[in-house]
């Protein structure tokens, strides 16, 4: 599901039973990053898509990226491999107003 900042984070700070994930590359987390996101970087292939199938799919995931294009693709492929909840930051971190590391 894609959300807007404001609602993405409000939800992602009520949430018990959230993960924060960053599938940026890490040159781009080295510039910022959300504090506490797990990191997978998307362009790792099946190393990707396998460090995904290891994550527990009983969470809630709020996932980001540079601009919302991989994050969005990320919770499609999640859908795919069996996660419920997804919910991707529309506009990622170009637009993000939040707290960074």
């Known amino acids: 599901m894609d959300l807007e900042q404001q609602q993405w984070w409000n939800d992602f700070q009520n949430d018990t039973n959230a993960v924060l994930l960053d599938v940026r590359t890490e040159e781009e ?12 970087d998307f362009y790792q292939g099946q190393d990707f898509i396998n460090a ?12 980001y990226c540079r601009s919302g294009n991989r994050s969005g693709q990320t919770c499609m492929i999640m ?3 069996g996660f419920e909840s997804t919910f991707n930051l529309i506009g990622g971190m170009n637009e993000w107003q939040g707290p960074v590391i």
């Open 79 to 81: 859908k795919q491999l």
């Open 29 to 40: 987390i080295e510039e910022s990053m959300i504090p506490n996101a797990l990191h997978l």
């Open 52 to 63: 995904l199938e290891s994550l527990d799919k009983s969470k809630k995931y709020y996932v």
